[in-house]
Every structure is written in structure tokens, then in C-alpha cells.
């Protein structure tokens, strides 16, 4: 079972250009999340979706977008890319949005230059 | 918000030894999640609980609702336990939804041979 693919692995990315980076789940869950981690302040939620058709914002949401179109993926999308984007960007999904076990991808380390 | 607090924030140990990490958080919660991450790696969920004590293998988790307080421990640990450890609780909101996990900062583990 691959559980959640996330592409690409990692990525370099000029500052000002627009990216998507994809996640693929094939468990079914209805809740997905897109996390960043960065040294010293640990993994943040930037959006979340708690079944397909509906969005919310997390913490850290100023300069993503995402979309839910279907229960499997949930790309997250830069429109324009600045240096503070910078990090590693985890995937996450759930079978529910709440008391369920998480399970994340692989990570998609992102450097904007 | 949901702070989550973890401690030690690294921990260097010899093969063998018993293990604890502490997590507390501050706003009552309905379950708490350990995740382990190895370096460069991943992040797998190791425990989701709400109650009492889980063991699975060497590992245990422990957690006091009450004292919104929980620790993972490791038996006979091993080199191949060095990892980040890291606590994690759902973003509750106003409602009794949640949107996604906060997160502590982990504890980097090193056991030495």
C-alpha cells in the first residue's frame, strides 16, 4: 500500500515563480493537511481540508493555496515564490479530522532562491 | 491555542538505558499523538491516545487527562531508536472541531553504542 506520495521529493525554486506540489493518498481518509517544518519551530499547519469539497486555513497560510477536487489529492499551490517559503512540507492525512491516526508522506524539501 | 511543550529538548543516552520523554500541553484534549522522525527521513506515527497507557514493543505512552501530561518511554534502548520524538494534539476550536495537530518542538534522541 503506498498510503501518501508527495511530489517532488525536493525542488529549487526562483523567487517569484508559482509551484505546486502534489499529495496523493490512497487510503481513503476524509481529512488531509499540509504541514511545514522548519529548525526551530517545528512542524505548523498551513491548510487543512476535513473532506473533499471544503478548505480552511491553518496557522501559517499567508502565500498557499490549496484545493480538495476529490477525497485522494490535495495539491498545495505557491503562487509566488519568496525565500521565507524556504522549508520542508509534510502532507499528512487522516480517516477523520479528529481522534484518528495521522499519516504522513514522505516530505518535499523546497528551497526558494 | 493549544501550547504544547516538550522536554528535554535533546537527549544523549547509552545503549540500553531506559528512556522518557515528557509532553504537556495546556488546553484539555481528547487524544495526543507521538510521532517518531528519523533525520532526513519521514515522520511515522508511533501512538494515538486518549487514556491510560499503550505499549508497543519497547515503547510505551503514558497519559494523565487530568494533568494534561504525557510521556513516551523507551526500554532497553537501542542506536537504532535515535530519531526525533514529537508530541502532537489536535487544534481544537471554539464548537469541539478540530482542524489538524499542533505540534511540540520534538527531542532529539542519540543513543550511543
Known amino acids: 500500500t503506498a498510503g501518501i506520495t508527495q511530489a517532488p521529493t525536493s525542488q529549487i525554486l526562483a523567487a517569484g515563480r508559482s509551484m505546486t506540489l502534489r499529495c496523493t493518498q490512497d487510503m481513503r481518509h476524509n481529512a488531509m493537511y499540509w504541514y511545514r517544518q522548519d529548525l526551530g519551530l517545528g512542524l505548523r499547519l498551513i491548510h487543512y481540508?476535513?473532506?473533499?469539497?471544503?478548505?480552511g486555513k491553518g496557522e501559517v497560510p499567508d502565500g498557499y493555496s490549496v484545493s480538495r477536487a476529490n477525497t485522494d489529492d490535495f495539491p498545495l499551490t505557491l503562487a509566488s515564490a519568496v525565500p521565507s517559503q524556504t522549508s520542508v512540507y509534510f502532507c499528512?492525512?487522516?480517516?477523520?479530522?479528529?481522534?484518528?491516526?495521522?499519516?504522513f508522506g514522505q516530505g518535499t524539501r523546497l528551497t526558494v532562491v | 491555542k493549544n501550547e504544547v511543550e516538550q522536554s528535554p529538548q535533546n537527549l544523549t543516552a547509552q545503549e540500553g538505558e531506559f528512556i522518557t520523554i515528557n509532553c504537556s500541553y495546556s488546553?484539555?484534549?481528547?487524544?495526543l499523538h507521538w510521532l517518531q522522525q528519523h533525520p532526513g527521513g519521514g515522520i511515522v506515527s508511533l501512538f494515538m491516545?486518549?487514556?491510560g497507557k499503550k505499549k508497543h514493543g519497547r515503547l510505551i505512552a503514558t497519559i494523565n487527562i487530568q494533568e494534561k501530561h504525557s510521556s513516551l518511554h523507551i526500554t532497553a534502548s537501542h542506536p537504532r531508536d535515535s530519531a526525533v520524538y514529537i508530541c502532537a494534539v489536535p487544534r481544537m476550536y471554539s464548537g469541539g472541531g478540530a482542524d489538524g495537530l499542533t505540534f511540540g518542538k520534538g527531542t532529539h534522541l542519540i543513543i550511543q553504542p
Open positions: 499528512a492525512s487522516s480517516a477523520e479530522y479528529m481522534n484518528t491516526e495521522a499519516f
Open positions: 488546553v484539555g484534549i481528547s487524544a
Open positions: 481540508s476535513n473532506t473533499a469539497g471544503t478548505t
Open positions: 491516545l486518549s487514556s
